[in-house]
């Protein structure tokens, strides 16, 4: 018995000249071989099948073959991620504060949940809350002022004083469609090369694999409550997207390091014995900008819709940021002008980041470069601190 050979699929030109061969060989007297002729046409008929049914199965060898060693090692695509998106809640009058509990909101049939309760105090006339999408998907990723409930746009499912309006002063974003083939490919190269599961790369490639995890960042060997250096500390930090993932995703993510001895076939574990796991949320740092936009003197653009264009521009920019990612000038700046070609000019009156538990900085720091802690997660807007505020100004460029 020879070698087994691998599996070739024949081409059209292949069986074409096949069946022509047979006919000859046996001495049959349909010779008319011409282009066009009814012999023709029928061979060409059945070869154009042949040759395309001996492709599927190609495919479907290549796709078995890879789907098993997925299923063999539990290593199915992850389903996506959550949109994430800024609601501000608007209104004014009030003489004690008023607290928003966790809301339900409905934009015809696209659900959207608040990551926590907010208090609008007495004094402030608006608050702003991050909520994330009831699914995954591309579909929640909508557009500024696709939320506003003094137009309809979107229903509660709490009770609320009279004249306060949410609506959505920024783009969502984040949302994701069921992982691509090549994505889920890597990611199993770097599991194959972390088979030790104990090791830095295993409980990484385990903690990002976890649906609904947008961002891990681990740390080692150090206390997470002191953070004095101490042995056996793995401290996972995890974002949804938003500052403030859900505690059962923070308990997955445990479960999934640690293993489960109730249950070990669907949480081996991957943390080596005699080790302390840890996860927490990622501290968020709040970024703030202040800035004067130059707009092109002729611009069709009012000063309103340009500095629309640019906060929602640079809302999307560092909203989308991964965790530990350093915000620098050259970007923000970058980012502002490629919002509108009527963009001339950015220039900064203060850009800085802070915990939304710091005070605000007196006097401002001079713009410049955020760096951002590689356990931090850069955001703006909502419960982060972070504020975007900026001013028109038309100039003739020269």
């Known amino acids: 018995m020879g070698s087994p050979a691998p599996y070739i699929p024949k081409t059209f030109l292949e069986y074409q000249t096949a069946f022509q061969n047979y006919l000859i060989a046996r001495g049959s007297r349909i010779t008319n071989f011409n282009a066009n002729s009814r012999v023709s046409q029928i061979i060409d008929a059945i070869a154009t099948l042949l040759s395309e049914g001996d492709v599927r199965t190609l495919n479907g060898f290549r796709y078995s073959i890879r789907e098993g060693v997925y299923n063999a090692f539990g290593f199915p695509r992850l389903p996506g991620l959550k949109t994430v998106g800024i609601v501000r809640i608007e209104h004014s009058g009030h003489t004690t504060d008023i607290l928003f509990p966790i809301f339900n909101l409905d934009l015809f049939g696209l659900k959207f949940q608040s990551v926590a309760p907010v208090t609008l105090v007495v004094g402030q006339t608006y608050v702003e809350i991050e909520v994330r999408a009831e699914t995954n998907g591309v579909d929640y990723n909508i557009t500024r002022l696709s939320i506003d409930t003094d137009d309809g746009l979107g229903s509660l499912d709490i009770q609320v004083p009279g004249g306060t309006r949410f609506w959505n002063p920024a783009d969502f974003s984040g949302g994701t469609e069921l992982e691509t083939e090549e994505n889920r490919l890597k990611r199993f190269q770097d599991f194959i090369l972390s088979l030790g599961r104990s090791t830095k790369l295993g409980i990484y490639t385990a903690a990002t694999s976890i649906p609904g995890v947008a961002g891990v960042q681990m740390t080692l060997n150090v206390n997470p409550v002191s953070n004095a250096f101490e042995i056996g500390w793995i401290n996972l930090y995890v974002s949804d997207g938003t500052s403030n993932p859900p505690p059962s995703l923070l308990s997955l993510v445990r479960k999934t390091i640690e293993g489960d001895m109730d249950d070990p076939s669907n949480f081996p574990g991957y943390s080596a014995a005699g080790t302390f796991v840890y996860t927490a949320a990622v501290p968020v740092i709040g970024i703030n900008c202040d800035f004067v936009l130059g707009l092109m003197n002729d611009s069709q ?89 900026g001013e028109v100004l038309r100039v003739i460029p020269t």
């Open 301 to 389: 653009l009012t000063e309103a819709e340009a500095l629309v264009i640019a906060i929602n521009a640079l809302t999307l920019y560092i909203n989308t940021l991964p965790v530990g990612f350093d915000v620098t000038i050259e970007q923000v700046n970058a980012t502002l002008l490629k919002a509108h070609p009527d963009f001339y000019h950015i220039q900064f009156n203060s850009l800085y980041g802070r915990l939304a538990s710091d005070p605000i900085p007196s006097p401002l720091p001079l713009p410049g470069d955020i760096e951002v802690q590689s356990t931090f997660l850069p955001r703006t807007g909502g419960t982060s601190g972070g504020q975007l505020v």
